[in-house]
């Protein structure tokens, strides 16, 4: 897995969304390495659509967040850590911290499309399928009509807007094969006692706006994870960017009151 490490201070892990990947928390990294050592990771889906390459033919999330481990241990980050992680780096943060519960001080997870829980916690309902069928045709080359889509569907274009008439769309566009990724999201399983067994603090974020199957998501998150709570913003499926300001600030509050 690509790492980045920019500034000094305590360290912060960054696991970015999967569709752009790591360029997402350049405007916050240039914000926290004033006063943190901030260590950007990049999803292996994303590197490998920019560079035009398959996934691994194993590739899961159990080995995305296995490449996260091994990134850290590399970097010799083996004390317990601050990590905060977005959409599919959010599902990659938490399959990581589940699995090295010793090495998280904090977890920060921003609307991850972990459909397990809504498995484990019995929400997994009629809605619940259609979105992950939604997600499960996302295989082979991906169009710009596939990435115009799921813009829609995940709450990153608010309804009634045009997905190619936003200002983002001719930087989304490079990245659109990283959403080869999305079955994976979806078909991903885990247990609901895990989440029980997590003691570290929480912090989970929504966006006002964003998908109601990602709120639910959060909702059982929030009921079985023992030292967890919810924050809100607005700005969709993207509330740590369009109120960036507001979440950096609750952000630093967690951290702080978590010493």
Sequence with gaps: MQAEITGSGNP???VPGGLTGWASWEPHT?????????????LIPVQ????NRPLPSDYSINMESSALAATLDSLRYTAPLDVVGWSYGALTALDYALDHPDRIRTLTLIEPPA???LHATGRFDEAAQEEAAFFQAYHGDITEE??????QHAGLVRPGTSAREMPQWNDWVPFRQSLRANPYAVSHKD?????????????LVKGTGSTAFLHRIIEGLSENMPQARVVEFPGGHAPHIVSMDAFLEALEQFHNEAN
Excluded: D, H
Excluded at 30 to 41: A, D, E, F, P, Q
Excluded at 48 to 51: S, T
Excluded at 191 to 203: H, I, M, S, W
């Design 146 to 151: 596939m990435l115009a889509a799921f813009l």
């Design 30 to 42: 240039k914000k926290l390495s004033k006063k943190r050592t901030v260590i950007r990771v990049q």
């Design 48 to 51: 490998y659509g920019l560079e």
């Design 12 to 14: 912060l892990v960054l």
């Design 115 to 117: 459909m397990w829980v």
């Design 191 to 203: 247990e609901g006692q895990r989440l029980k067994n997590f003691q570290a603090p929480t912090l």
